[in-house]
């Protein structure tokens, strides 16, 4: 008999698309997945046919409470130092209370929960209810790990910091950073208090991992198991999903036609959340592809969409699967996101990495380690050397590279790896016993 199974996540498209992937692998295998999550995804999750359960906030819900619109939201969420103390303080916790009581609904006769990085609430709901829970981390940026220090920044100082000290100084950022930020949590602690359950780690490091297991929904490829990680912790490679809202796995037809009009353009992307507020990102992207006399590909938002100019060359779409994009491509430009990351790796395409902020700096550097890639700031994010950065990516050892990665990232199956686990616990005597 199926087990209901609760999939808790909150963010951008890129914290939903693994949590789809897992569920659509339990669902394959008879269980009943439900992903508890805000109020936007449920079309594409509904389009899967899969169930939903809200969790506030939505955008609509933040929007409401601070007065804010989307764009200025995704600006000070994503603004370096600052965003993460925003998300947590002025999103995540003042809506904590609202979500623990959907998410109390959510796991009513649930058999186990697993939890995203930001879904303080599931945490809180399974440990009330003492449901056995597994937690995920997306990227190795998420362990903190002292043994492979996350790249925290990409300011010049900092750079030339790490480069002095050879990395323990992103090691020793990160352990300032724990301290900082206990107190961005406090209500997190209070509520624990109040629900009668002990006093736990901070959240928002070692304290969002479960006594039960972590699934680190990513390729080994990308990063390797650590002697600090959290116990019981699995590597199960990316779990890749890219379908819009449940349409066929195809590429829109003027987008095809262009693709076949002529040689492999550039792709430029910034997921989903930053192209609410781009900045000068794409206006560079055309001026690049012009200088280069190269044809581009850019994925843009509803704005961009409407106000960049067309040209010659030149496709313009606020969407398309990058399952199916990026192996038509000769080079992809992107964020940094380890959705985005993870599938031009899986494309076998050289990458040119514009990092923003949480894990993009660590992201990039990783594909730069692997010889897949460069990466540029955001800051210097210029023409000139773009134009620099793109003409080296582009003479062919990249690719090469990218393929033999492309390779390896083939033999692994990370939603099927994930039920795996998940199923391993289930059935586990020590789950049993202490049911």
């Not at 000068?280 to 190269?294: H, K």
């Not at 003409?391 to 690719?399: A, C, E, V």
């Not at 199956?413 to 049911?435: C, F, K, N, V, Y």
Request: glycine fraction near 8%.
């Amino acid at each position: 008999m199926g087990r209901r199974i609760v999939l808790a996540t909150a963010g951008t498209a890129g914290d939903l698309n693994p949590f789809i992937a897992i569920a659509l692998e339990l669902r394959a295998r008879g269980h009943q997945p439900i992903i508890a999550t805000q109020h936007e995804f449920q079309p594409a999750i509904a389009a899967e046919g899969l169930a939903f359960h809200l969790v506030r906030p939505g955008v609509d819900d933040v929007r409401r409470e601070l007065g804010l619109d989307a764009p200025e939201i995704v600006q000070r969420a994503t603004h370096g130092s600052s965003g993460l103390e925003f998300a947590v303080r002025r999103i995540a916790m003042p809506f904590l209370r609202r979500a623990f009581d959907d998410m109390m609904e959510a796991t009513a006769g649930a058999d186990l929960v697993v939890t995203h990085t930001s879904a303080f609430a599931a945490r809180l709901a399974a440990e009330k209810r003492g449901a056995p829970w597994l937690s995920t981390a997306l990227a190795p940026f998420t362990f903190m790990s002292a043994y492979d220090p996350p790249i925290l920044s990409t300011l010049p100082p900092l750079k030339a910091l790490r480069q002095m000290t050879g990395a323990r100084s992103d090691a020793a950022l990160a352990r300032v950073l724990r301290l900082a930020t206990a107190s961005w949590t406090g209500k997190f602690q209070q509520m624990r208090t109040r629900l009668g359950l002990p006093r736990s780690a901070n959240p928002l490091f070692e304290g969002q991992f479960s006594p039960f297991g972590t699934l680190a929904l990513y390729s080994p490829v990308f990063g390797s198991m650590q002697p600090d990680f959290p116990p019981d912790c699995a590597m199960t490679g990316f779990c890749f999903y890219d379908r819009r809202r449940g349409a066929a796995e195809r590429l829109p037809d003027d987008l095809a036609a262009f693709l076949e009009a002529g040689p492999p353009p550039l792709v430029f992307t910034l997921g989903s959340a930053l192209t609410l507020e781009p900045g000068r990102f794409y206006e560079v992207a055309l001026t690049v592809a012009r200088r280069m006399g190269r044809r581009a590909v850019l994925l843009v938002g509803p704005d961009a969409a409407r106000r960049l100019p067309r040209g010659e060359g030149v496709l313009i779409t606020e969407y398309a699967p990058h399952s199916l994009l990026f192996p038509r491509a000769c080079a992809v430009v992107h964020h940094g996101g380890v959705g985005t990351t993870a599938q031009a790796l899986r494309a076998g395409k050289p990458q040119l990495v514009v990092p923003f902020f949480a894990d993009q700096p660590d992201n990039a550097a990783r594909v730069v380690r692997l010889g897949a890639g460069r990466s540029l700031s955001d800051r210097a994010w210029r023409p000139a050397a773009a134009e620099r950065e793109l003409t080296s990516l582009l003479d062919g050892s990249y690719t090469a590279r990218a393929e033999e990665l492309s390779r390896r990232l083939s033999r692994e199956h990370g939603a099927a790896a994930a039920a795996d686990r998940i199923e391993a616990l289930l059935s586990s005597p020590e789950l049993r016993l202490t049911a």
